[in-house]
């Protein structure tokens, strides 16, 4: 495996790792919201979401270890901004979230600058 | 403390401890060297001092972070929490001796431009939404 496949493969891992996470954490939050503090939590520990929230995070702290030991910190963190738009992307297909003109702007404009700062190496 | 003081002082902490918690990211990675993807590497990395100093750095991220949401609206809150980008570009030149070259610089201002559109487009979306 060449360096490049294996950077772009552990960028990958850290998109997917980030945005179920943070899906997995939006959906346990709000389901069954018409409780509210103790009993939502106990709710939210009976479900399934928490902890795939939990063990996506635990993955991405691993998969971030090893992106970084391959990029520049500021390479790094730059590339790991197009975690914003995949999680949208998410909210759109799992939460039926919308998307508006100034949020299509912002999305594309992160994606030409993650692929400007991934191609400019 | 003014409103302006306190917005200003709010952002200005979660720059600082989102840049911390990457830059000892970064430098527990350097630790765990070379990348085995095995025990070995991890155990590497959790015995360093570098990956509590980030965990500290991120929790104290995560609670300036809640602190600011009580306050003040979701779009800038959103452009704050990912600033970390200006400030983690800035150290990572004299720390690590990191350049970037003219492209990604310019990908750089696109991406932050990117973060100025979506913070915008929830500070309004979030008016709307206010009866």
């Given at each position: 495996m060449t360096n490049a496949t294996l950077i772009f493969l552990l960028w990958a891992v850290n998109l997917v790792t980030d945005t179920c996470g943070q899906l997995a954490f939006k959906k346990a939050a709000i389901e069954?919201?018409?409780?509210?503090g103790w009993a939502h939590w106990r709710h939210m520990l009976g479900r399934p979401w928490i902890y795939l929230g939990a063990l996506a995070y635990v993955a991405e702290f691993i998969a971030w270890l090893a992106f970084l030991s391959t990029v520049p910190l500021a390479v790094g963190v730059l590339l790991g901004m197009a975690g914003i738009v995949a999680v949208m992307l998410g909210g759109r297909l799992w939460f039926g979230e919308r998307f508006t003109r100034g949020r299509l702007a912002g999305v594309s404009l992160i994606l030409a600058g993650v692929a400007l700062v991934g191609a400019g190496g | 403390m003014s409103p302006r003081a306190f917005f200003l002082s709010g952002f200005l902490a979660l720059l600082l401890f989102d840049t911390f918690a990457q830059v000892c990211f970064k430098l527990t990675a350097i630790h765990a060297?070379?990348?085995?993807?095995d025990w070995p590497w991890l155990l590497r990395a959790l015995t360093t001092p570098w990956v509590y100093c980030s965990i500290f750095g991120y929790l104290g991220a995560f609670v300036t972070w809640m602190t600011l949401l009580r306050h003040i609206p979701v779009g800038p809150a959103f452009a704050a929490s990912h600033l970390e980008v200006i400030g983690v570009m800035v150290v990572s030149v004299p720390l690590f001796g990191e350049v970037l070259s003219g492209v990604q610089y310019l990908g750089a201002a696109l991406i932050l431009g990117g973060v100025f559109f979506l913070a915008r487009d929830e500070t309004s979306e979030a008016a709307k939404e206010k009866p």
């Open positions: 069954n919201t018409k409780a509210r | 060297a070379p990348l085995t993807f």
